[in-house]
């Protein structure tokens, strides 16, 4: 199967493009979005001011997905997506999570890219436990590389106990 979970910075991949969860501003944040925009540097932000608002201070809501430039990162592009807050799982979060994925690999092929990098989206300020986001993940993930052999995704988790929880997650498949 062609995805693979590891312990890394996601920031240090070299693939077409990694995946950031962002928050709707797409102006930097906290987290994995953070390191994105320190290590790609001052011009995604200034690609991201350029996008669209779709709502006052919304480039992106949860669900959807956006596509800049990597600028110094390895990865040739960014996706930015937002992940849903967990409230409970009552209010839709599994849908948003999994629209999240399908948009950003939506977003993958619309610019022929093969490689891609995930983060663990909404698993950290977000609150999304980790084995039930791990659970939409992967099954979202799986089914696109079994209708795309060409795909090579990677889940990157930024530390070993999440690593290990997405390693069992895609085990379970």
Not at 83 to 108: D, F, I, K, Q, T
Not at 116 to 141: E, H, M, N, Q, W
Request: hydrophobic content about 45%; charged content about 10%.
């Amino acid at each position: 199967m062609p995805i693979t979970v590891i312990t890394a910075d996601i920031t240090t991949l070299t693939v077409d493009a990694i995946v950031n969860a962002a928050n709707e501003t797409l102006l930097g944040g906290g987290g994995v979005d953070g390191a994105i925009h320190r290590a790609a540097g001052p011009a995604l932000l200034a690609a991201c001011h350029v996008l669209p608002q779709v709502a006052p201070g919304v480039r992106c809501p949860a669900g959807e997905a956006r596509i800049t430039p990597g600028f110094a990162l390895p990865a040739s592009w960014v996706i930015h997506t937002v992940g849903p807050v967990w409230h409970g799982g009552g209010r839709g979060e599994a849908a948003l999570l999994e629209s999240c994925h399908r948009n950003a690999l939506h977003l993958a092929h619309e610019h022929d890219l093969h490689s891609i990098a995930f983060p663990a989206i909404s698993c950290g300020a977000y609150g999304y436990p980790a084995p039930l986001a791990a659970k939409v993940a992967l099954g979202t993930l799986s089914e696109a590389v079994s209708g795309d052999p060409a795909l090579d995704l990677v889940l990157c988790c930024y530390s070993e106990p999440m690593r290990i929880v997405f390693q069992t997650a895609l085990t379970s498949l």
